[in-house]
């Protein structure tokens, strides 16, 4: 997103003007109330307008989406209508396609521009309908893009710019064979644009195939001078799995965010966190892959108006959201990679906003915080948990500032008949102590709770049993379950199809599904052992290429 800054005409060279865009896009971004371009923005719109390929690395939130769409808007033809699309930008999911295609509508609205968000979830009927008549700009999933054209509805020999926007989180979700065909329905001679919020090996082999000498950009976070505060403020506290709910509820009570998101791994655990928020009495909703378009979208509608205060999410869930009032991302586990982490505080400290990103990890995870911290290049600074006593000091001083806040504002004279009729026969101290007294135990009052314990070090005292009978099939690893699909490669089944499939709809990351064995009739798929079941229920109420095959898990022989 823009910086949105203080109206003022577009005049001068060094703001957007000074880019070479047409009159049309600097006429939307002034209306809009857009006046500076941020850093990406600054550097990648040149070189794709001059028609060069490009690779940017950006956090979320860095003004990716103006940097690749104004761009694509400058060189569509004035009052072309070409039988195909101009540009395709594909994305991981149907929020961020929605997002990206509302960009793109409100910066071409003086050119006109035709763009079409295509994604699973979605009536297909309208988007035929919408292909039919013609579009210039498609934002779209891989998988439904590559489902328009194999059934020749969507045609990419026109397009002269194609953009993979968050190319990294594509990967994980299992997309790099759907890439590779759409790719391969598109011109030899088209510009090919590619962000990501990290760079690992694959996105460069990607990048090496099908970009021709592009242009690399990496934004990287602005350095902070001594002293100041650190937009995303990082930190972790160590508690064990058992008290983790306890833990989050006494953190949030503490820091009293404005809106925040908590990521969990799996829809259970979704459901699970959101019912004890609530029982604590927060207003928190979950967000999960298991949830209709329109029941997601009225989540976040509530979330934006302040209705909500809490949303419980998974990663697939939460990817490409833009929450301006977002003041806290909570991990109520330590991610399974750290480039999962990096896109969820990419959530908080956005456009210049201050935001914090905390952590619960278990004493054997502080080896994934360092490698996070190696990535980041940014310290997670460890915390000590909130005691029963801090969390009261904390609801006595919101109740000094609930007091503070009347006695500055509120119209306090048609109460003295009250206080004058207490004062009579009791003291004034003892009056304002006992009013002081019911507004706290009204806000909630004294919470009675237990001390959390500290977390001590796992104990290594399992035992190896010897297998039974001499000898049994290879099982997987502690802590990892075999699941069986009844599909298999005469179905034309592929390992991201499986991966695609249990990622979006159960919520796990693709980089938490294990080892994946294809026969010609089943599959076998490892998943972590506590998310098992939810799996086999998520995957038995969907299809895979088309077919619902039956999920269970494998049956050993011993």
């Known amino acids: 997103m823009v910086v949105a800054m203080n109206p003022d005409p577009l005049e001068s060279e060094s703001g957007f003007a000074g880019l070479g865009l047409r009159a049309e896009l600097l006429k939307a971004l002034s209306t809009l109330g857009y006046e500076e371009p941020t850093p990406i923005q600054q550097e990648a ?204 509820g006494r953190i949030l009570d503490v820091e009293a965010p404005t809106a925040a998101i908590v990521f969990c791994r799996t829809r259970e655990e979704v459901d699970q966190v959101t019912e004890t928020l609530n029982g604590r009495g927060y207003r928190a909703e979950a967000l999960h892959g298991g949830m209709s378009q329109d029941q997601r979208d009225r989540v976040m509608g509530r979330l934006r108006n302040g209705s909500t205060e809490l949303l419980v999410a998974t990663d697939v869930a939460a990817r490409g959201l833009d929450v301006e009032q977002l003041t806290h991302v909570i991990n109520f586990n330590v991610p399974a990679a750290p480039e999962a982490y990096v896109h969820r505080i990419g959530r908080v400290g956005r456009a210049g906003r201050e935001g914090s990103a905390i952590t619960l990890a278990e004493p054997r995870e502080q080896r994934m915080l360092k490698a996070i911290e190696r990535l980041t290049g940014q310290r997670i600074t460890l915390e000590k948990l909130p005691t029963v006593t801090d969390l009261r000091a904390r609801r006595l001083e919101l109740t000094r500032t609930a007091l503070q806040a009347s006695l500055e504002t509120d119209d306090l004279e048609r109460f003295r008949v009250v206080l004058d009729s207490l004062t009579d026969e009791f003291d004034v101290e003892n009056v304002a102590l006992a009013a002081i007294k019911l507004l706290h135990e009204a806000a909630g009052g004294d919470i009675e709770e237990e001390e959390i314990p500290s977390p001590t070090a796992p104990r290594r005292e399992r035992e190896t049993r010897p297998p039974r009978g001499g000898g049994q099939r290879d099982r997987p690893d502690d802590g990892v379950t075999r699941l069986f699909f009844g599909i298999g490669r005469r179905a034309g089944l592929r390992p991201q199809d499986l991966v695609g499939a249990i990622a979006g709809e159960s919520g796990l990351s693709a980089r938490e599904i294990g080892a994946i064995q294809i026969t010609d009739r089943f599959s076998l798929v490892e998943v972590p052992e506590p998310a098992a079941d939810m799996v086999i229920a998520a995957m038995q109420r969907s299809t895979i290429r088309g077919r619902r095959p039956t999920v269970r898990r494998e049956r050993f022989v011993r």
């Open 45 to 248: 719109i040149p070189p794709l307008v001059a028609g060069h390929d490009l690779v940017g690395q950006a956090a979320t939130g860095t003004g990716k989406t103006a940097a690749f769409a104004l761009p694509v808007l400058q060189g569509l033809t004035p009052g072309g209508r070409d039988s195909g699309p101009a540009a395709l930008v594909l994305v991981p999911t149907r929020e961020l396609a929605e997002q990206v295609s509302q960009a793109v509508h409100r910066y071409g609205r003086d050119l006109g521009v035709r763009v079409l968000p295509v994604y699973g979830g979605q009536p297909i009927g309208r988007q035929l309908q919408a292909l039919a008549r013609g579009v210039d700009v498609v934002v779209g999933t891989p998988g439904r893009v590559l489902d328009h054209i194999e059934r020749a509805t969507l045609r990419l020999g026109d397009v002269r710019t194609v953009v993979l926007d968050e190319a990294d989180e594509m990967l994980d979700m299992g997309f790099a064979e759907d890439i590779e065909a759409i790719l391969a329905e598109t011109p030899d001679e088209r510009q090919t644009v590619l962000f990501s919020a990290t760079m690992p090996p694959r996105i460069d082999s990607i990048a090496r195939r099908h970009l021709r000498n592009p242009v690399r950009i990496t934004m990287g976070r602005k350095p902070v001078a001594p002293g100041d505060i650190p937009l995303v403020r990082q930190s972790a506290y160590m508690v064990a799995r058992a008290h983790r709910p306890a833990a989050l």
